[in-house]
């Protein structure tokens, strides 16, 4: 196995992250914020503002990435 690659996105250091998920990697940054339906409208916002991920739910928005 490969070296573990670390996101360096700043919400994994956080101890209270704002976001449930992380826009980089999607990977949950504070799990006690609570999973959050999005709706397809939400997600193309998020996606125009060049997240790779949601916030709110984790779902991947751009692909190829991963």
Known sequence: ???V????NYNHG????????????GGVVNQNLAIKKCSQDEHSKKRRA???FCVDCGEQLIEGIG
């Open 1 to 3: 196995m490969g070296p």
């Open 14 to 25: 956080r101890s209270n992250a704002p976001v449930r998920c992380c826009p980089s990697c």
């Open 50 to 52: 060049r997240s790779t």
């Open 5 to 8: 690659q670390r996101c360096e």
